[in-house]
């Protein structure tokens, strides 16, 4: 079991680290603005400029990374019949439009959290959202 939650704190920490530049920590507050974007362009009200379609993918991309890990993980936990650290239980048929909407929704009522890293506010927003029963 604790061999198990190292291999987790580990591939959540390569997960935050690699997916930014040295100099570049993204803060909930810029992941929020960036998912609201992804949810401006599903409404077909706006369109995006270049920068902000860059930005709204970065949203999609990082929650993609971050259902990716996720999977790993449960597959880790489930062949060595651990229960699951992460208590996040995301249907196959939700999209990343919703992800986006739901992680930029909960950053926005919690702006005591903008300054914290995305994968705080994606865990926190994720869970409260899609908890395994």
Known sequence: MIKLAGITIVI?????????????????????ERCELVSKVNNKKYNLDHLESTKAN????YLQGFNELLSIVRRLEDRNG????????ISPRTNYIELASVVAAYAKRKPELYNKQRMVVMLLALGEQYPCN
């Open 12 to 32: 959540l920490s390569v997960l935050v680290t690699a997916s930014i530049k040295a100099s570049e920590v993204v803060t909930s507050q810029e992941l929020m």
């Open 58 to 61: 970065n949203c999609i991309g």
């Open 82 to 89: 651990a229960e699951h650290l992460i208590n996040i239980c």
